[in-house]
């Protein structure tokens, strides 16, 4: 069975400074990995993916995310945090073998301080 | 391109009460996804559909089901509504939904309260 673990439901980072948000995946096959984000009243959209290659993804917005095999992590960072980002972040994993079934964390609330 | 339609955007009933949401995929795409979004609980994903046959279930009562129609407009039901039924329902299309890293386009949801 696969599952996302996302630490810490609320982050809250001063304008300008480096975002980080913690994705830890459980997967018994190479997973494929993504990050999207949900504004207020809007459906989701994809920030980034990884599924094979290169393990630092970039994604849209100046977000990207590394791929560490070793720790069972996809974090996503961003250097430096602009006022539009504040929203949800979702970590998600998806296996090959069956088709289009996401497995979402259970979120972040990304707080933008100014 | 339209996005994904999802309608209606709010809805209010009451236990016992069943519901039926509809969702418009983007034009050319023939997977639906339908998710359900509770605070804490992130998404759930409810079940798939694909050239009008359901190909992944997730793990939710007999009460909730849906279908999808030759045009890929996809509905889901809900019977005897419970007052945990309460949350935003997501749609989600893609193009083939054969390709496991896919991306997934979401609509706005139905926002669903069961009092």
């Known amino acids: 069975a696969q599952s996302v673990t996302q630490l ?36 989701l959209q994809l920030l980034l993916k990884y599924t094979t290659g290169a393990t630092l993804v970039k994604g849209i917005n100046g ?21 539009s980002d504040a929203a949800e972040y979702f970590c998600a994993v998806s296996q090959g073998n069956t088709g289009n079934q996401f497995y979402f964390g259970t979120g972040t609330s990304l707080t933008v301080i100014p | 391109k339209a996005g994904v339609t999802q309608t209606p955007r709010y809805l209010i009933k009451t236990r016992g009460q069943q519901v039926t949401l509809s969702c418009s995929p983007i034009s050319g795409h023939r997977s639906v996804s339908w998710y359900q979004q509770t605070p804490g609980q992130g998404l759930q994903f409810l079940f798939e559909y694909f050239s009008e046959t359901q190909r992944n279930k997730g793990n939710f009562p007999g009460r909730f089901s849906g279908r999808q129609f030759s045009n890929s407009r996809s ?41």
């Open chain 1, 8 to 43: 810490g439901s609320h982050v809250s980072v001063s304008e300008g400074a480096l975002v980080l948000l913690r994705c830890n995946y459980s997967s018994s096959v190479p997973p494929y990995l993504f990050w999207y984000v949900q504004y207020p009243n809007q459906g």
């Open chain 1, 63 to 83: 977000f990207e995310a590394e791929f560490k095999k070793s720790e069972t992590s996809f974090h996503l960072t961003k250097p430096s945090a602009h006022m």
């Open chain 2, 75 to 115: 509905e889901m039901n809900v019977s005897t509504l419970e007052l945990g039924d309460s949350a935003l329902y997501l749609c989600a299309s893609s193009r083939s939904g054969t390709a496991p890293n896919e991306k997934l386009f979401f609509g706005s949801g139905t926002q669903l309260s069961v009092l």
